[in-house]
Structure formats: structure tokens, C-alpha cells
């Protein structure tokens, strides 16, 4: 197992740990972007309050129900959708970066329960549809859901800009390892859309560098 890695088993064994559990809902689509590109898969992720982009889901407590259980009742808040959860969905479960950490109790140790959960296009589109309307956090803790694009345009836009932005804990890597581990994406298709990433993330600290002179010669004129 890769180091931070744990079992489920294992995971629940650490009593004074706590847990969050989070999924990657996804489902194949024929609908192709512009009558062209194919989109190949529906994945959702959304918008959080901090301004991160994640994946739907939350604090679950162990003492007073399952795991499942717990990120079933997340996804109604977030989701507006009870969608049922199965031990089957589990992906993989790991310690939380330290950056991940809530300040409140920052002794307990974090641990990120991820899950993978293939859907049909409609009930894709029903989420999607029930998350703007009908889910307690929309507008609070979500800001709305987002869908990933796997493609590439001509210009390079895409994938690798939408793994540049920026992500809570490790949701990056979950969505790059569940990429590869379920073949959404090829390996080399998405090395090349990191290596771009990398590329837009050092335009992207310039173009911050402008904003930042731009508001800073503003707040000296006031
Ligand atoms: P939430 O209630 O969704 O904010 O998640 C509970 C905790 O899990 C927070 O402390 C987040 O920092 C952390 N978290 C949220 N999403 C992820 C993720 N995809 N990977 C790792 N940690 C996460
Ligand atoms: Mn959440």
C-alpha cells in the first residue's frame, strides 16, 4: 500500500482519528462538445465554500454510524439526492495532508475516506439538477457543481487547466488516480495534461502578480 494508505479496516481501527468521507460520482456519455470533441465521461465535482474545487461529501462519525451511512447523509445536504453509498464503492482511504487539518482540533488526526460511483447519464443530470435546487447547501457550503472536462481543445484548454486550479486536501490526486485506475483517461494523455498544468500554474502566478500591483498602486491612491 502507497504510504499514507490505509485499509478501511485499519482506518476505523484508529479511535482518536477523525474521518471525512468523500465520492467521485461519474457516469459515460456519447454528448460531444461543439458536434466534435468527444466528452467521453460525466464527472462531478463542485465549487466549495472556501473557494477550492472537491469533491462532494464531509465529516462522517464512526461512534454513531457507518461510513456509508455518513457520506449518504452529506451527499442529501450538498446533493438534495439520498443516494445510497456501498462498502463496493470504496476506493481507498488515507491521512489527510496536515494542510487539511481543522483548526479546532488540530491534534486529531484527519483520515479521507474516498469513493467511486459509476451512474447512469440521467441520474448524473438528476443530481445535477436536485444540487442547484433543492440541497440544503447550495449557496452555503456549495457553490455549485461542476463538471470535469477530460478533453483537450486545440488551443490546450481543458483538462490540464482545470487540474490547475486549486483543490482541497488531495482531491487532485484522487481525481488523477481514479483517472488512470478507471481508465477514464490514459496515462500519457494525462501526463501531458499535467505537464501543461504545470505550464498555466507558472502563467498564473505572473498574471496574480499583476492583479496584486494593480489593487496595490489602487489601495495607495485611497
Ligand atoms: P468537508 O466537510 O467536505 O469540508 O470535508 C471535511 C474535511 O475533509 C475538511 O477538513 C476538508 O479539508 C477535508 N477534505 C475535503 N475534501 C477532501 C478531499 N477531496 N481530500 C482530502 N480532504 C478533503
Ligand atoms: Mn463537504
Do not use: W
Request: glycine share 8%; net charge neutral; hydrophobic share 40%.
Amino acid at each position: 500500500m502507497a504510504s499514507g494508505q490505509l485499509s478501511r479496516a485499519e482506518a476505523l481501527a484508529c479511535s482518536g482519528c477523525r474521518h471525512a468521507c468523500h465520492v467521485m460520482l461519474y457516469c459515460d456519455t456519447k454528448s460531444q462538445l461543439f458536434g466534435r470533441l468527444p466528452i467521453r465521461h460525466i464527472i462531478l465535482m463542485q465549487m466549495r465554500f472556501d473557494g477550492l474545487l472537491g469533491f462532494p461529501g464531509g465529516f462522517v462519525k464512526p461512534s454513531e454510524e457507518t461510513l456509508e451511512a455518513g457520506l449518504s447523509r452529506e451527499l442529501l445536504e450538498e446533493l438534495g439526492v439520498a443516494l445510497p453509498i456501498s462498502v463496493e464503492d470504496h476506493a481507498d482511504s488515507c491521512y489527510a495532508p496536515a494542510s487539511s487539518h481543522s483548526s479546532s482540533s488540530p491534534s486529531s488526526r484527519l483520515i479521507t475516506h474516498f469513493y467511486v460511483k459509476k451512474m447512469e447519464e440521467e441520474q448524473i443530470k438528476e443530481v445535477e439538477r436536485a444540487a442547484a435546487s433543492i440541497a440544503t447547501d447550495h449557496g452555503q457550503e456549495v457553490l455549485g457543481m461542476v463538471r470535469v472536462p477530460l478533453y483537450t481543445t486545440k488551443g490546450g484548454g481543458g483538462l490540464a487547466a482545470f487540474l490547475s486550479h486549486s483543490f482541497i486536501g488531495n482531491a487532485r490526486s484522487q481525481l488523477a488516480d481514479s483517472l488512470l485506475r478507471l481508465n477514464l483517461v490514459a496515462p500519457e494523455e494525462l501526463h501531458k495534461a499535467l505537464t501543461r498544468s504545470l505550464k498555466i500554474h507558472t502563467h498564473t502566478s505572473e498574471d496574480l502578480q499583476v492583479a496584486f500591483a494593480l489593487t496595490e498602486a489602487k489601495r495607495k491612491r485611497f
